[in-house]
């Protein structure tokens, strides 16, 4: 699983990313916990809010975009989120230029959908040729 965890305790260094990503800290304490994507996604929560027995979940529902190629880390971090998994199956075969249209078509419709479930379900495509 390409997943990497850091706790940072050193005060100045919480400092100085305050003051580069001062949007980042604005309603956070210091008991923050910081997560950013493999896409450069930012996701922000609150160690000391009702909160924080959810981190683990937190964290591994937020390390993939709310529709995900289906890969081996990415399965990882589905069965650990405890969710039940929604995956459709596409063909990225350009021979067959209409069924790769409608693949594609159902990619940007799920991409759209996905956001508005994501405490429901986690969604994945994965190429049915692959």
Known sequence: MNLRIAIVTDKELINKMKKKYPNYFEELSKSAMILRRYDGEIFKLNLSSAETSRYNWFINKNSKKPLDNMNHGAFQLGELSSMPMIILYVSFDKTKPKQLKRCTDAI?????????????????YTDEEA
Not at 108 to 124: E, G, K, M, R, S
């Open 108 to 124: 940007t419709v799920l991409t759209n959908l996905a956001p508005q479930f994501d405490t429901t379900f986690i969604f994945y």
